[in-house]
């Protein structure tokens, strides 16, 4: 793990998040973390929250995301996007430091 590159935010998910934050009036920022579960041993956790003081905090088109320091390790250099497709819409992670995931995409093993 190159742990020297933290994750990139795609244009695509900072629209999404001005989109989502436009609807509901409220300035929220989207934390991606890590946590223990799933069927592959890890397990994304992606919410709307606020800052916390230990978060890396990536800024685009008037928009945060969040990384808790815990979660950074697990992260660096993954790539948070946006995607649509005909099972739904949904944030996801495309994670160089996953060695297995599980099918639906949300769990994952290092």
Not at 11 to 18: D, K, Q
Not at 34 to 53: H, K, M, N, T
Not at 77 to 92: K, M
């Amino acid at each position: 793990m190159d742990l020297t590159l933290p994750p990139r935010v795609t244009s695509r998910a900072f629209a999404r998040l001005a989109e989502i934050n436009a609807a509901t009036g409220a300035q929220k920022a989207l934390r991606v973390a890590v946590a223990g579960g799933g069927c592959s041993g890890f397990q994304y956790d992606i919410r709307l929250d606020d800052p916390a003081e230990d978060d890396l905090v990536l800024e685009g088109d008037g928009q945060k995301v969040l990384v808790d320091s815990l979660s950074l390790p697990f992260l660096a250099n993954a790539t948070i996007d946006f995607t649509e497709e005909l099972i739904g819409a949904r944030f996801v992670v495309e994670n160089p430091n996953a060695t297995s995931s599980c099918g639906c995409g949300t769990s994952f093993s290092i």
